[in-house]
């Protein structure tokens, strides 16, 4: 709807005086080229162009949503893939939009002028960088997804606003850490923090994350003439994830450390290789862990994947260690590297070299 101030009726375009002309006259462009290819499409097969090919395509227009919103609510309802984490996630980047803008959001307010004052909105409330970045990361997915799908003809404004990126701090294990929890002895009746301290190690040799870890099925393990693989779909990227469990952290005979875990769980008339145990509580039981452990900082389970770059950085090149994690960037692999030779370099700070 537009005022008739704002109409040219010479161009039959709406006029300078109407701060969305651009974008209404691009789609009444739009729709007037395709009516024209409708006609010329009816007259090659010889049938008549009527009023009601016209209503017809209007209303096939109209059967898909032009709000934003209500497409990225449709595509989370239907998406079976997505983790429970992530479409949480998801969800608060909808929840933000709607804050900011204090209504529908359509495809035609998500301009690189309202993008960049959301994205700003929240970097001066105090948010992280990263976590503002993830805003911009999930509404890129959803209009590129949009596009795919012929909801909208625009283009993403998310590809012409760049977003750089902070490195995160975080905490990972030295071998002598994962030793001490691995040699930590459990009472009877702590079964469950037993399979909690197994499940987290087995993270720690495989950079598993908590999804895949709890999801982890019998089927996928592999047993060849070297020993057992790892052989599954990452619930989280959707990316093969191909370990030589053989190959990976041995003891003094050779023998690995993920392999002495599959053996004591693996049952191929069980689904699962791991009990079943919710996240929150497994978590709980880290904690538990970390102070019989003596580890001073928060023991998550996203530690298990930071300790197996960790250490692994320094055994494999940064693209192999790419592959080993499903990581498809090489400045997070570096993190991996920079955070080796940090700890290298704080053992060596310990050493009495007169001993």
């Keep these: 709807t537009i005022k008739p101030v704002e109409w040219n009726e010479q161009t039959q375009r709406v006029n300078n005086k109407n701060s969305e002309a651009d974008e209404i006259n691009f789609y009444l462009d739009k729709y007037l080229q395709d009516l024209k290819n409708l006609r010329i499409e009816r007259k090659f097969k010889n049938l008549p162009f009527t009023f009601d090919d016209i209503k017809n395509y209007f209303k096939k227009k109209t059967e898909k949503t032009s709000s934003y919103i209500d497409f990225v609510k449709q595509e989370l309802a239907i998406d079976q893939e997505l983790d429970k984490k992530t479409k949480t996630q998801h ?55 949009a596009i795919t799908k012929e909801y909208t003809d625009l283009k993403n404004p998310c590809k012409i606003i760049k977003v750089k990126s902070e490195l995160t701090k975080f905490d990972a294990l030295t071998i002598e850490q994962l030793q001490t929890i691995r040699d930590l002895k459990l009472e009877e009746h702590e079964e469950r923090l037993s399979y909690v301290k197994d499940m987290f190690l087995f ?79 497994i978590n709980e039981h880290l904690k538990i862990l970390a102070d019989k452990a003596k580890i001073k900082f928060n023991l998550t389970f996203h530690v298990g994947r930071h300790t197996f770059g960790t250490i692994m950085s320094s055994k494999v090149s940064p693209f192999e260690l790419m592959d080993l994690m499903q990581i498809s960037n090489v400045k997070t692999v570096m993190v991996y590297v920079n955070l080796n030779e940090k700890n290298i370099i704080k053992s060596l700070e310990n050493v009495d070299w007169k001993k």
């Design 91 to 145: 969800e608060n980047t909808l929840h933000k939009l709607t804050e900011f803008h204090k209504r529908d959001v359509l495809f035609t307010d998500l301009n690189v002028e309202f993008l960049d004052k959301f994205l700003n909105h929240y970097r001066a409330k105090g948010y992280k960088t990263n976590y503002v970045n993830n805003f911009h990361k999930n509404i890129k997915k959803y209009f590129d997804l």
């Design 203 to 281: 993270a720690c040799y495989t950079a598993l994350r908590i999804s895949d870890a709890t999801a982890l099925k019998n089927d996928y393990i592999k047993t060849i003439d070297e020993g057992y693989k790892l052989n599954f779909k990452s619930k989280k990227t959707k990316k093969p994830v191909n370990l030589p469990l053989y190959k990976l952290f041995q003891d003094q005979n050779n023998i690995s450390y993920p392999e002495q875990i599959i053996k004591q769980y693996h049952n191929e008339e069980k689904e699962f290789l791991f009990p079943r145990i919710p996240e929150q509580i």
